[in-house]
């Protein structure tokens, strides 16, 4: 009973037909992605597709919310390339391991909230640049290899190439009139499959690429030795790994509950993808995290549940083990065409008609998160640099609104009425505010309306503070929050003043 309930959560009933086809179809779309991504970094092929039975199961079962398929994802693979030239494939097994480990203590100390300061237009730009490396990355398969390099296709292979990504592209597209039951991807997939070897047609197909063929996963211990020294070769390579992973997972996460209109557990995906790359290292899988292109295609077959992605992840065990000879013969044009139509139905088409509504770095941030995840290939990356921009921009803007309103009371005290956050960015604009030479023997500082929020502002007060008491006045401050008092008190060596507290109030919090 609790297995059934762990499986089919977040959803009150599972269309079992959906499911089924929905996880074919990301088999067979995972398969050629995830040997490209073995090779490209000088893996065993089959290293790639245990990694895609091992995480696309673990996560499947006990990841933090269903629809969401991980596998051997590009992303993370170009992690371990430069590790796999230098000191070989069991230290990229170790480097897995010790990543899934971080990745687990990160869940359990409940870190994958801090995905919540990804800003929107950040979200845009890595969607919108995930779109375009999709799409870019599809331009491969037009190639062939010849004399050790990469040339494009020519006459009538590239032709046929071309038409059968057409009829692909149209099936995906039409199919849907006609009736939604059964995923457009997939009878796109078994269509083209069926002219190519019903008509003989000679073009590219998985095998081409690698053989799929080999048995279950083996149990293996990593063969690096147990010191200090080979932990230091593979801890920066893990601990870049774990970022890009969760980055990308939580990510997806977020765009899947936007999708769906439901919510997924992050610290559960962070341990559940921690744990499939610890089971990767120790039986040959090159590690991964969510894909968001093969999480896409599960969404439009129509999956809302667990069950599809752990029927993609034993259809591809079963590949290796048993259905090698037919898989190697599904032409590439059809594997091309469906993720044409992912790439075109991951791009955020709606950030156009928002564009002119937004701020002008809002728009740079957007476009440069893109770019870098374009360029580069590297999301964490992107996502960070756009994280601070934006951060830097909030702060600058914050910073603009310190401003102070000044009277006089009756009894000859100046009051300051502060409004606006204290902090290290207005802290300057906040002493020009003062005139202390000219002010009266009492002033009274009014933060009801600001805030003291770090070191730098604490440090400001103290300048201040000293000031008047140089000029033999006293100054009051007033309606501090109860942990501005406290950052205060904590600074009593620095600050000498007369702070009036004011009644505290509770105010409703998130634990």
Known sequence: MKLALNLFDFTQKVNYR?????????????????????????????????????AGLITAVFGGRPGMVSGGAGATVVVLIALMRSNGLEYV??????????????????????????????????????AVIIFMSQLDQFKVLSNGTLTWLQGEA????????????????????ITKKIPASLVAIVVVFALVVGFGINT????????????????????IPFTLEA??????????????????????????????????NGNRECIAQGTSNIANGFFFGMGG??????????????????????????????????????????PMAALVGVMIMVALGTFEWASFKIIKKMPKHDIFVGILVAVITVVLHNLALAVLIGVIISALVFAWESAKRIRARTYIDEKGVKHYDIYGPLFFGSVMTFSEKFNIEEDPEEVIINFKESRVSDMSAIETLN???KKYSTAGKKVHLQNLSTDCIRLLDNAEAVIDVNIIKDPEYLVAVEK
Not at 118 to 130: E, H, I, S, T
Not at 207 to 215: F, K, N, P, R, T
Not at 294 to 309: C, I, K, M
């Open 18 to 54: 959906n499911e089924i086809l929905a996880g074919l179809t990301v088999a067979m779309t995972m398969i050629p992605e995830s040997l490209s991504f073995a090779i490209l970094a000088g893996f065993p092929p089959l290293v790639g597709l245990y990694a895609a039975f091992i």
């Open 93 to 130: 097994f170790a480097a897995v391991a010790l990543a899934g480990v971080i990745q687990i203590l990160i869940g359990l100390f409940k870190f994958s909230k801090f995905i919540r300061l990804v800003p929107q237009p950040v979200m845009y730009g890595f969607v919108n640049g995930l």
């Open 158 to 177: 590239m032709m046929i190439m071309l038409g059968l990504v057409a009829l692909t592209v149209a099936i995906v597209v039409g199919f849907p009139k």
């Open 204 to 223: 590219k197909t998985v095998q081409d690429i690698a053989s799929v063929e080999g048995g279950f996963p083996p149990f293996h211990i990593p063969n």
């Open 231 to 264: 932990f230091k070769i593979i801890l920066p390579y893990s601990l870049i790994f774990a970022a890009v992973g969760l980055t990308e997972g939580l990510l997806t996460l977020n765009l899947v509950d936007e999708m769906t209109g439901t919510k997924g």
């Open 289 to 330: 995290c969510p894909m968001i292109a093969q999480t896409l295609v599960n969404l439009s077959a129509g999956s809302r549940a667990r069950l599809s992605g752990i029927i993609a992840s034993i259809t591809i065990l079963l590949i290796i083990l048993f259905g090698a000879p037919i898989i190697g013969q599904l």
């Open 463 to 465: 300048s201040i503070t």
